[in-house]
C-alpha cells in the first residue's frame, strides 16, 4: 500500500512510510503499477493503434503525439493491426481490458465505440463517438494538379490510392473535381490503383512500382504523374527510372504527405506537405481536453501546404517524342 503510493496509505506514520521506501529502493523494489492505478482510479495509458508504423506518415504523426504527451503524466501503448478488421477490434479490446483511459486511432476506424475517448487521425469517417483531426485533402490534392498543369501538362496519370485508406475517396474525389475544372481529362487508361501486398505493410514503395509498372506496359503516354503519397511516388520514380525515363524531362512526379525522405530522393519530390507532427499534437491536445471533459469540435481540419522541388518542370516536346518510342517498345 505504501509503496503503490495510494491515498490510504496516509494512515500510516510518516516516518514509517519513509522507512519503507527506503528498505525498497535498497531491495531493488518497484511498486505495481496496476494497483497503483487502482487505486488513483485512473492509468494514465492512451493507446495508440495504426495500420503500420513502418512508413513516414505514421511514425511522424506519432512523434507530435508523444511530444504532446511529455510532462502530463500518461503513457502510451502502441499497437498495430496491419489492414486487418478482426486484428484491428482485438487491440481496441485489449486496449481498454488494460486500463487505456483514451484512444489515438491513426487511419483505423472500428465498427463500434470503444467507451472511452477517442482521437482519429485521416480516417474514412469520423463516427459521433470521436473527434476526428483530418487534412485538407481538396485544397492539397487541388494545389497538386493546379502546379501541374500551370506548367503545362494536359496528359496526366495517376495512382489512386488502395481500398481501406481514410484519404482514398478524399482525394481522389479533389482530383476529378480539380480536373474538370482545368479541363484537364481523366483517362482511365492512365489511372492506376495502388494494390496491397501480402504480407500487408512490408512494401509501401513497392506498391507504387508495381502499379507505375503496368502503368507503363498500357503504352499510353504522359507527362506527368501524380502519387497519392510520397511512398508510392518514391515507387513510381524507381519503376520510371528503370524505363529509363527521366524525371522531371520525361515525366514530372508530385507525391503527398512531405515525409523526410521526400526531400532527400533524386530528383527531390515535389509533394503537399502535410503538418504530421502538428496533427499528432493537435489529437493530443484533443484526447486531453476530452479526458478532462472539455468539449472540443468534432471534425478539426488542417490545411496542407504544396513544396515544389526539382521532380517537376514542364513538359518538353522533344522528351514526349523519345518517351512515345519508350512507351510502345514496353508493350
Known amino acids: 500500500m ?25 531491495l531493488g ?11 488513483e482510479k485512473h492509468s494514465c495509458l492512451i493507446g495508440v493503434i495504426a495500420p503500420d508504423f513502418g512508413n513516414g506518415f505514421e511514425a511522424a ?12 503524466g500518461y503513457t502510451s501503448l502502441v499497437a498495430t493491426h496491419l489492414w486487418s478488421p478482426s486484428l484491428l477490434q482485438r487491440h481496441v479490446e485489449t486496449l481498454c481490458d488494460r486500463g487505456a483511459e483514451g484512444l489515438l486511432l491513426v487511419n483505423s476506424t472500428p465498427d463500434e465505440s470503444p467507451g472511452i475517448p ?6 474514412d469517417r469520423s463516427p459521433v463517438w470521436s473527434t476526428r483531426v483530418a487534412i485538407d485533402n481538396a485544397f492539397g490534392m487541388g494545389a497538386a494538379i493546379n502546379h501541374l498543369a500551370g506548367l503545362g501538362h494536359r496528359e496526366i496519370a495517376f495512382i489512386k490510392g488502395p481500398e ?19 479541363g484537364v481529362r481523366v483517362d482511365p487508361r492512365l489511372t492506376v490503383q495502388l494494390q496491397r501486398l501480402d504480407p500487408p505493410g512490408t512494401g509501401h514503395a513497392e506498391e507504387g512500382r508495381i502499379a ?4 507503363l506496359r498500357r503504352g499510353k503516354r504522359f507527362t506527368a504523374l501524380v502519387a497519392f503519397n510520397d511512398i508510392s511516388a518514391l515507387g513510381a520514380m524507381t519503376a520510371l527510372r528503370e524505363a529509363r525515363l527521366k524525371m522531371p ?23 503537399v506537405r502535410q503538418p504530421l507532427h502538428e496533427m499528432g499534437a493537435t489529437a493530443a491536445e484533443l ?7 472539455d468539449e472540443c469540435a468534432r471534425i478539426i481540419r488542417i490545411r496542407p501546404e504544396l513544396i515544389v522541388r526539382s521532380s517537376t518542370c514542364p513538359p518538353s516536346p522533344a522528351s514526349a517524342t523519345g518517351k512515345r518510342r519508350m512507351f510502345k517498345s514496353r508493350r
Not at 523494489?29 to 487505486?39: D, E, I, K, T
Not at 504523426?61 to 502530463?72: A, D, I, P
Not at 507505375?212 to 502503368?215: I, N, R, T
Request: aromatic share 8%; with cysteine; glycine share 4%.
Open 212 to 215: 507505375v509498372e503496368d502503368l
Open 287 to 293: 484526447l486531453l481536453r476530452k479526458l478532462a471533459n
Open 164 to 182: 481501406g485508406s481514410g484519404d482514398t475517396e478524399e482525394r481522389w474525389r479533389a482530383v476529378l473535381a480539380t480536373c474538370k475544372r482545368l
Open 2 to 26: 505504501i509503496l503503490n503510493d495510494v491515498p490510504e496509505a496516509t494512515r500510516f506514520p510518516r516516518e514509517t512510510r519513509e522507512r519503507v521506501i527506503d528498505s525498497a529502493k535498497q
Open 61 to 72: 504523426v506519432l512523434s507530435g503525439f508523444e511530444r504532446r504527451l511529455l510532462n502530463t
Open 118 to 123: 477517442v482521437v482519429t487521425v485521416c480516417t
Open 249 to 271: 524531362e520525361n515525366v514530372s512526379v508530385t507525391g503527398f504527405d512531405d515525409i523526410e525522405f521526400a526531400s532527400l530522393a533524386f530528383p527531390a519530390l515535389t509533394t
Open 29 to 39: 523494489y518497484r511498486p505495481n503499477y496496476f494497483a497503483r492505478s487502482l487505486g
